[in-house]
Structures are given as structure tokens and as C-alpha cells.
T-cell receptor, first 114, second 115 residues
Framework: NAGVTQTPKFRVLKTGQSMTLLCAQD?????MYWYRQDPGMGLRLIHY???????AKGEVPDGYNVSRLKKQNFLLGLESAAPSQTSVYFC?????????????FGPGTRLTVL | GDSVTQMEGPVTLSEEAFLTINCTYTATGYPSLFWYVQYPGEGLQLLLKATKADDKGSNKGFEATYRKETTSFHLEKGSVQVSDSAVYFCALRGGPYTGGFKTIFGAGTRLFVKA
């Protein structure tokens, strides 16, 4: 049981390049989330999904797109990277609401945009 | 909307000192409350949680009590260790009828424990 995994762990991009971050979970969780973490800002929700085939915008969605074609995977895309997207990105998952379910986090992807 | 406010850090303590990290919240309804911990280079992991008023969550010597009258969920530990050095996040999750699939996080409090 690997929990939540993220690929890649580190990446350096030039301004304007594109990339996709992959998140996978093996806990059969319905909900999945993408956050970014910046110094002094805590965690900010980018996009989330409440089930396979569904996605929704979070707090800071601009410049990102997501897809959830399979229940276990949640992809985060940057179509044209900007230096302001330099951050650490965390994926998380949780079971259905209705209980005090915590979120399970991946180890993070550190992205630098030059 | 719902929000979480926690004390700014960093907090620097000597080993075996008493720790308090304050957390207050604003929420409609009856949220569940959490403390998460993030060790260097890792993702967040659940430390403890409480689901209703007056509940006490505890784990690894840490405790927090859900105080509805003061809308607080302060984290305490009687004797910290160097290995407790990390960033601590207070968080809340609403009930199923108030967007319960989202968690609201505080800004995080960095703790340094000196030997």
C-alpha cells in the first residue's frame, strides 16, 4: 500500500514550457486535491475532484488545468509555466465526506520556473 | 467563509519545554478539527483530530481540545523533543452539507527544538 505518490519529485522549467504532474493513490479514495505551498502562505487549493471524471476550481486555479480520467489518478497541468508558479505542489486524497476524514498527502513536487 | 488562524512562528524551544501553538477558527455548523505535521522535505501527515465540542484529540504526546465556546483548538505538548521540530498546521473540515470535501488550513507554525 503506497498511499499517495507524486511524479516527478523535482523539476526545473523555463518560462513558457509545459508540464504535467501526476498523482496516484491506491486507497480507493473518492476525493483528490492539488495544493501549492509557498513560504508564509500555508497551503492553497488549486483544483479538486469529488470523483472520477469530475473536477472543480479551488482558491488559485489560474494557469493550471486538471484531469481525473481514472479514479486513482489526478493530473495537474501547466500549459505555459511562469516564474510565479515556482512552488512545492502537494496532492492529497480523502474518502467520501460524511465522516471526520483526514486528507492523505503525497511527498510533494518541487517546481522551479526560470 | 470558513477560516483558520494560528499563531505565527517560528517558535523556538529547548528540549523538554512545554509547547502551546494557538489555533482559532471561524466556521458555520459543526466542523471537524485537525492538526497536521510536516517534517522537512515531506508532505503533511495527520497528527490528531477532534470531531465535536469538548473532544480531545491526542497522539505522540500532543493534545488538543475542541473548544466551541472559544472557537479554539490549541495544540499542546508537555515536553518537546528535538525530533518534534517541524511545521504544524491547524485545519478544519466542514460537515457534509457545508462543502465537507474541502479542508481549510492555517498558515502553519514552524517549531524549532534545541538540544
Amino acid at each position: 500500500n503506497a498511499g499517495v505518490t507524486q511524479t516527478p519529485k523535482f523539476r526545473v522549467l523555463k518560462t513558457g514550457q509545459s508540464m504535467t504532474l501526476l498523482c496516484a493513490q491506491d486507497m480507493n479514495h473518492e476525493y483528490m486535491y492539488w495544493y501549492r505551498q509557498d513560504p508564509g502562505m500555508g497551503l492553497r487549493l488549486i483544483h479538486y475532484s469529488v470523483g472520477e471524471g469530475t473536477t472543480a476550481k479551488g482558491e488559485v486555479p489560474d494557469g493550471y488545468n486538471v484531469s481525473r480520467l481514472k479514479k486513482q489518478n489526478f493530473l495537474l497541468g501547466l500549459e505555459s509555466a511562469a516564474p510565479s508558479q515556482t512552488s512545492v505542489y502537494f496532492c492529497a486524497s480523502s474518502p467520501l465526506a460524511g465522516g471526520p476524514h483526514e486528507q492523505f498527502f503525497g511527498p510533494g513536487t518541487r517546481l522551479t520556473v526560470l | 467563509g470558513d477560516s483558520v488562524t494560528q499563531m505565527e512562528g517560528p517558535v523556538t524551544l529547548s528540549e523538554e519545554a512545554f509547547l502551546t501553538i494557538n489555533c482559532t477558527y471561524t466556521a458555520t455548523g459543526y466542523p471537524s478539527l485537525f492538526w497536521y505535521v510536516q517534517y522537512p522535505g515531506e508532505g503533511l501527515q495527520l497528527l490528531l483530530k477532534a470531531t465535536k465540542a469538548d473532544d480531545k484529540g491526542s497522539n505522540k504526546g500532543f493534545e488538543a481540545t475542541y473548544r466551541k465556546e472559544t472557537t479554539s483548538f490549541h495544540l499542546e505538548k508537555g515536553s518537546v523533543q528535538v525530533s518534534d521540530s517541524a511545521v504544524y498546521f491547524c485545519a478544519l473540515r466542514g460537515g457534509p452539507y457545508t462543502g465537507g470535501f474541502k479542508t481549510i488550513f492555517g498558515a502553519g507554525t514552524r517549531l524549532f527544538v534545541k538540544a
